[in-house]
Structures are given as C-alpha cells and as structure tokens.
C-alpha cells in the first residue's frame, strides 16, 4: 500500500505557498479534529459521573417523583447531546481524511502538465517577456550554481516557464527548494513537479511555472 506520505516525498508538489499551505491546514485540522474528539470524550465522561446517580438509594432523601423524572430527563437529554457531538466529530473526522495516494498523484501530474500546456499556448508579451526572461535566467544559474543547471527559462504574457536539470532524481528531490523558495526580483509564484522516473540515477529535468501578477494599468 503507498503511503500518503511516501507520495508526498516522491512527488514534491510545490504550490509556492498554496498548495503547501492546504496540506498543511489539512494536518493542522485533523489533528485538531482528533484532540477535540478526545476532549469531548473527557468531557461527556465527566458530564455522566457528574450527574448520573449510583442508585435510587443515592439520591437526596427528600427528592420527589417529579424531581426524580426531571433528573432523568436531563440525564436522557445530556446523553442525547453527547451522541450527537460523537456523531458530529466522526463525520468531521471522516471529511479531512487524506485523498487516495494514487488519485491524488494523478490528479497533481495532470493538473502541472496543464499549466504547462496553458503557458505554451499564451502570446508572448514582446515588451515584459524577454526583461523577465533575463532577469529570471540570470538568478537561477546564480541560485542553482553548483547545485542544478538551467536548461532554458521561456516567458509568455504572465508566465514563466524554467527548465531546471539535476544530476539525478535524488538531487532533484533533496535540492528543488533552492530553485522554488528563492526570492525573485521578477515576483512569481511557482511550482515544480518531480514524479519520479524509471532510472533514478541517470540526468533528471523538471519544469517550474512561474506566474508572474502583472499590474492592470
């Protein structure tokens, strides 16, 4: 079985921000999903030996029918409400479970080939394009010196695309962050997908998309 975490490793799918910041809000709720089912665990516990009586022997003395009947009643309604909060934390639980390893691996390749292809299929802008294509193939042969070589950096209308090339996988998969995180003077968001390929040990290419905001005036 292919773990969601060991997809994670190969794959390493970064949305600059985004997408890193979904999976992230995914971890963060579940386990604050998990905690919150334990508290109201401890809490419901409390709540019966708070109000539930030994036996009848155990109630005050002076207690009446009707009392008694009203003591159930809250007794029945805090056990009604205590269900329902299992209920609720179940289906919360249930709805930030992690998608299947294999769909989500597809859907991440389909979804970078497909801004691939946009980014092939944009009008290059002749006045942004070829300052943001030297700004950019200049700071990542600074960035990735030593580490990865650039291939080519080709600029559209608001999109960069960088071809970036590693000795092999494993450098790819322990380095690709040098490219990503590096602060640009051409602001962009990026991504970079490194699905891993048959031979690990021969040169490996990946692409990074960058999407470049463009000021509307």
């Known amino acids: 079985m292919i773990s969601f975490r060991s997809v994670i490793s190969a794959m390493m799918p ?3 921000g985004a997408l890193a910041g979904a ?3 995914v971890i963060v709720s579940r386990e ?11 809490v419901a516990g409390e709540s019966r030996t708070r109000y539930v009586p030994r036996s009848i022997s155990s109630v005050n003395p002076g207690i009446g029918a009707t009392d008694l009947r009203e003591l159930k009643q809250r007794l029945s309604a805090l056990e009604e409400r205590d269900e329902q909060q299992d209920s ?4 919360s639980h249930e709805r930030t479970e992690m998608p299947d390893p294999v769909e989500w691996k597809a859907q991440k390749e389909s979804h970078h080939r497909e801004i691939i292809a946009a980014h092939q299929r944009a009008a290059e802008d002749a006045t942004w394009a070829p300052q943001a ?3 950019l193939l200049k700071e990542i042969r600074t960035v990735g010196s030593g ?8 600029c559209r209308t608001n999109t960069c695309a ?12 322990n380095n690709w962050s040098t490219a990503v995180e590096h602060n640009y003077e051409v602001s962009c968001n990026r991504e970079i997908l490194l699905p ?7 040169p490996y290419q990946a692409t990074m998309v960058m999407t470049c905001p463009r000021d509307s005036g």
């Not at 089912?37 to 401890?42: D, P, Q």
């Not at 580490?147 to 080709?154: A, G, I, N, W």
């Not at 960088?162 to 998969?173: H, I, P, Q, S, T």
Request: proline content about 2%.
């Open 14 to 16: 970064i949305l600059a």
């Open 88 to 91: 609720d934390q179940k289906d």
């Open 162 to 173: 960088a071809v970036l090339e590693w000795k092999n996988y494993d450098e790819a998969v």
């Open 32 to 42: 604050a999903a998990d905690e919150k089912s334990r508290k109201s665990t401890a």
């Open 23 to 25: 999976i992230a809000t």
């Open 133 to 135: 294509r030297a700004s």
């Open 147 to 154: 580490s990865f070589d650039v291939r080519d950096v080709d």
């Open 196 to 202: 891993e390929p048959s031979d690990r040990s021969t």
